[in-house]
């Protein structure tokens, strides 16, 4: 498999329930990040990670909990959502974080979820 | 605050015609790139284009070219012999690092 992948593609869940989501690259890179997207707004990045070590935690509330077991996986754990949290959740990964930007960021294809 | 602005929400054009997608940022660095990515519907963003802010020659990437004013923080994409499978929302990004900004997305409908 190449590229950058996500697991699950959709999910429902309700408040009270316990979910992750899951996203694996195969690409080399050694950087990771969240993205929440929704309708009309801009892209969210909720979390980035550099070499395993989270560099970015951009006021996201604590039910989402990112984990980064290595540079190829990257996992958002979910508690307790609330219905504004539907969206669609894309990871993306980059070859590092670099001074100055040059970050092409790769896309998975995104885990639409929808809390009920 | 550093923000990103794509004013169309909406454009179409004829398919073998050419279009111009606005994008404006705003931001106090002087080192950061600007990208255009692609999101067709249900489909992965892919990357369209890219500009570093020290250039000063506009990036080309087959029929796609940006018009960048660093002075202005203007960065719009154009479309070349459009094609039906340019249909997407294109969304203009900028980034300094750590830290990446997207615009709302222009959604471009390309009409046969």
């Known amino acids: 498999e190449t590229g950058v992948t996500q697991t699950p593609r959709h999910l429902v869940m309700g408040m009270t329930n316990k979910k992750s989501l899951k996203c694996e690259q195969h690409l080399g890179h050694n950087a990771m990040y969240w993205y929440k997207q929704s309708a009309k707004k801009p892209l969210e990045l909720m979390f980035v990670?550099?070499?395993?070590?989270?560099?970015e935690n951009n006021s996201v509330p604590s039910r989402f909990s990112p984990e980064c077991p290595n540079s190829s996986h990257l996992f958002l754990h979910l508690h307790t959502l609330q219905p504004e949290d539907s969206a669609l959740y894309l990871c993306?990964?980059?070859?590092?974080?670099?001074?100055?930007?040059?970050?092409?960021?790769?896309f998975g294809p995104g885990t639409r979820l929808t809390v009920l | 605050a550093q923000t990103v602005t794509q004013s169309q929400p909406e454009m179409s054009v004829q398919e073998a015609e050419t279009v111009t997608l606005s994008c404006t940022y705003d931001?106090?660095?002087?080192?950061?790139?600007l990208f255009w990515y692609k999101q067709p519907p249900s489909r992965q963003m892919i990357l369209v284009i890219r500009q570093e802010a020290y250039k000063q020659q506009n990036a080309t990437e087959n029929r796609f070219s940006v018009n960048f004013q660093k002075a202005a923080k203007s960065f719009s994409l154009k479309i070349s012999d459009s094609q039906l499978g340019d249909a997407a929302m294109y969304f203009c990004?900028?980034?300094?690092?750590?830290?990446?900004?997207f615009g709302t997305g222009t959604s471009l409908t390309v009409i046969p």
């Open positions: 990004a900028y980034t300094t690092g750590n830290q990446f900004y």
């Open positions: 990670y550099n070499f395993k070590e989270q560099t």
């Open positions: 931001t106090s660095e002087s080192d950061y790139y």
């Open positions: 993306a990964s980059s070859p590092a974080i670099r001074s100055g930007g040059n970050n092409e960021q790769f």
